[in-house]
């Protein structure tokens, strides 16, 4: 799904990008996600020697929730997907007499506050996301064997103002929804600190 970038923010005092992403979901309200890329932190990792060498930078990104636009973008997600909604397992007559008019809304699903997730920029360096276009990939991982594991690419071209939020692979799905549907402030990052 593609984004115009409608905020952005350099912070200096945390050398961070602050982003906010947003979409039309035809017919829906505008859907949408912040996310807080740092430019300082990212570790380098080279595969391969030369002209075939595969750079890779690591380091964490954080989503942030917009507020509704970020509930209609999970719901939006979850119902592609094939997710019951929340509103599925709570339906009783009293929510049906408060629905709003906004369907996606309505079936009650919550982004978190925060997800804290590990990132990887693929033959782009996410310190230099003013300069260049970055494509990363972003894990969301308990560090559980077995545990609840999601991937999902990111790609920011800051100098056009667009951004897209693309599935990894279908079998993701469901672990996805699970992350951005978990309340409050999320650590998906095994291999960094939490919010």
């Known amino acids: 799904m593609s984004f115009e970038i409608v905020d952005k923010v350099?912070?200096?005092h945390e050398n961070t990008w602050r982003l906010g992403f947003r979409a039309a979901a035809a017919p829906y309200e505008p859907v949408g996600f912040n996310a807080d890329i740092p430019t300082v932190g990212w570790k380098e990792q080279v595969d391969g020697e030369g002209d075939d060498?595969?750079?890779s930078f690591w380091g964490p990104v954080t989503l942030r929730s917009r507020g509704h636009d970020s509930n209609r973008l999970l719901a939006l997600l979850a119902d592609y997907y094939g997710a019951p909604s929340p509103q599925d397992k709570n339906d009783s007559w009293l929510p049906k007499l408060f629905r709003r008019e906004d369907t996606l809304l309505a079936t009650g699903w919550i982004f978190p506050q925060a997800i804290?997730?590990?990132a990887v920029g693929i033959q782009s360096n996410p310190a230099?996301?003013?300069n260049d276009a970055v494509h990363m990939k972003l894990f969301f991982d308990d560090g559980m064997e077995n545990?609840?594991?999601a991937e999902v690419f990111l790609d920011i071209d800051l100098a056009r103002g667009l951004g897209a939020l693309n599935e990894k692979?279908?079998?993701y799905r469901a672990e996805l929804i699970h992350w951005l549907s978990r309340p409050g402030k999320v650590n998906a990052?095994?291999?960094g600190r939490g919010e």
């Open 147 to 149: 545990g609840h594991y």
């Open 116 to 118: 804290n997730c590990f």
């Open 189 to 191: 990052n095994p291999y």
């Open 53 to 55: 060498a595969f750079h």
């Open 128 to 130: 230099l996301l003013a």
């Open 169 to 171: 692979d279908e079998e």
């Open 10 to 12: 350099y912070d200096e």
